[in-house]
C-alpha cells in the first residue's frame, strides 16, 4: 500500500517518491508503467539479496521482467570503481541496452555504486532506486548524488544523477539493526533543524513510536525528510549554496569519521555528534538560544544517538581534520549552525579559537 508519495520537481527530469508498505512485491508493476524494455538490472548485496531477492525476482518476473542480478559484497569498501566495473562487464555480457532500468536495492552503499554504474553505462541508463535503509530512505536515494570512493577519499568519484523513481518500503526496516535504524534518524532530526520547527516538535513527540518503526510514524518521519530534501535539491541541484544547508553536522561528523577510520562510528552517530556540537557552537556565537540547543540535543540523545566527542583527541586535531573536509572549501571553515530550531544559517570563516573553546568544554583535550 503507497501511504505517501512525494515528487521531485526538476523539470523533465521530475520524479516520485513511493512511501509505504508491500511495495517490494510491486516493483514489476510500476516499472511496467513507466519503461517498455524487458530485460532489468537489480544491483544489491549479499546481504539484501537473501532477505528480500526472491519477494524482488517475483514480482518482476510476474510483470514479465527478465532480471539480471549484479551483486557487490557488502560493505563501505566496495563502493568502488573495481565493482563497477564488474557491473559493467556483467551489463555487457547480459547485453543490457540503453532502454533497460537498472534497480538500486540496498542501503547507500548500493544506491551510490549502482546509481553510479547507471549514470555511465552507456551514458546513462534509467536508475530506479530502492533503498533498504532508513538512510537511504531519507537521504541517500534522493537527490541524485551517485559515486564511490577513491583511495584518496569518500565520494571522490561520481556524478549528479537523477533516478527515474524511487522506491521506499517501509517493511524492509523490520530486518535492519536498531543501530542502523538510530543512525537513519540523525538525518531525519537534521531535516527539522534545518528547514522545518513542526517536524522537530513532532519528532520531540513521536521519537519512541520511530525506534518502535510503527508504520504511520514511520511513513510520515520518511516523506518529510524526502519533501525537505527535494525541496532543497530543487533549488540547488549541484551543491552550488543552499544545498550546503544539509551538511548541518557533518564538518565536524565527518572530521570524527576520518579520524577513527571509518571504522568507531556510523556516519549518523557521527553526524548526531555533530549537530550536538554545532547546536553549541552557536549558543556560542550568540546565534541560538540555549534551550534551543538543549532540545536539540536531547532529541537526539532520546533517538539513542551519542552528542559528545569522544576523549581521545585533541581540539587541535579535530580542527584540523574539519579543515580537510571537502565540503569546508578551501580550507576555511564555514559552517552550517542552527540560529533557531527550523532554520540554520550558513557562517563562513567560523573563528577556530571559538570551535576550539566550545570543544574542550565538551571534554575534548586542549592542545595541538
Ligand atoms: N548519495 C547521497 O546523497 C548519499 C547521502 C547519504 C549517504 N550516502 C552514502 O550512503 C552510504 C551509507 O548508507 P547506509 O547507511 O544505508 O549503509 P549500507 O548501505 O552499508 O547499509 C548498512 C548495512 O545494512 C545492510 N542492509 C541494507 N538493507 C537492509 C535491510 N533492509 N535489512 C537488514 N540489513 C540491511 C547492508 O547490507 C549493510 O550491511 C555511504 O556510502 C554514504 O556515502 C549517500
Ligand atoms: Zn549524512
Known amino acids: 500500500m503507497i501511504l505517501e508519495e512525494v515528487t521531485v520537481n526538476l523539470g523533465g527530469r521530475s520524479y516520485p517518491i513511493l512511501i ?37 525476482e517475483g514480482g518482476l518476473r510476474r510483470a514479465g521482467w527478465d532480471t539480471v ?47 553510479f554504474f547507471a549514470a555511465t553505462y552507456q551514458r546513462g541508463v534509467p536508475l530506479v532506486q530502492v533503498p533498504t535503509t532508513l538512510l537511504a530512505q531519507v537521504d541517500a536515494s534522493v537527490g541524485g548524488k551517485v559515486g564511490v570512493n577513491h583511495p584518496c577519499g569518500k565520494n571522490m568519484i561520481g556524478a549528479f544523477y537523477q533516478p527515474r523513481l524511487v522506491v521506499a518500503d517501509l517493511d524492509t526496516l523490520a530486518t535492519l539493526p536498531l543501530r542502523e535504524i538510530r543512525a537513519g534518524l540523525a538525518e531525519v532530526i537534521k531535516y527539522g533543524v ?31 525528510s524526502c519533501r525537505i530534501k527535494a525541496a532543497v535539491v530543487e533549488e540547488d541541484e549541484t551543491e552550488a549554496g543552499l544545498r550546503q544547508i544539509l551538511n548541518y553536522g557533518h564538518t565536524v561528523g565527518h572530521a570524527l569519521e576520518a579520524l577513527t577510520d571509518y ?43 551519542p552528542t559528545e566527542v569522544p576523549g581521545q583527541f585533541s581540539a587541535g586535531e579535530l580542527v584540523r581534520a574539519m579543515r580537510l573536509d571537502k565540503k569546508t572549501r578551501g580550507g576555511r ?24 573553546s566550545v570543544l574542550v568544554r565538551g571534554g575534548v583535550r586542549d592542545g595541538g
Open 20 to 56: 509505504g508498505t508491500g511495495l517490494l512485491t510491486r516493483l514489476g508493476e510500476f516499472l511496467r508503467a513507466r519503461f517498455t524494455a524487458h530485460r532489468i538490472m537489480v544491483v544489491t548485496n549479499h546481504t539484501v539479496r537473501c532477505l528480500y531477492g526472491d519477494v524482488v
Open 69 to 115: 542480478w549484479a551483486e557487490m559484497p557488502d560493505g563501505e569498501e566496495y563502493k568502488t570503481l573495481a565493482t563497477v566495473q564488474g557491473f559493467y562487464d556483467l551489463a555487457l555480457a547480459t547485453e543490457l541496452d540503453r532502454a533497460c532500468p537498472v534497480i538500486a536495492l540496498g542501503g547507500g552503499v548500493v544506491g551510490d555504486t549502482g546509481g
Open 194 to 224: 534545518i528547514k522545518e520547527a513542526i517536524f522537530f516538535a513532532w519528532l520531540e513527540e513521536n521519537i519512541e513510536r520511530l525506534l518502535r518503526l510503527e508504520r504511520d510514524a514511520l511513513a510520515h518521519a520518511v516523506a518529510t
Open 263 to 305: 571504522r568507531d562510528y556510523h556516519h549518523g552517530e557521527a553526524v548526531a555528534i555533530g549537530m550536538a556540537v554545532a547546536a553549541r557552537l552557536a549558543v556560542e556565537l550568540g546565534l541560538l538560544a540555549e534551550d534551543r540547543a538543549t532540545r536539540i540535543i536531547s532529541l537526539i540523545r532520546r533517538a539513542g544517538l
Open 333 to 356: 571553515l564555514t559552517l552550517v549552525l542552527p540560529e533557531a530550531i527550523g532554520r540554520v544559517r550558513i557562517v563562513p570563516r567560523v573563528d577556530v579559537q571559538v570551535i576550539k
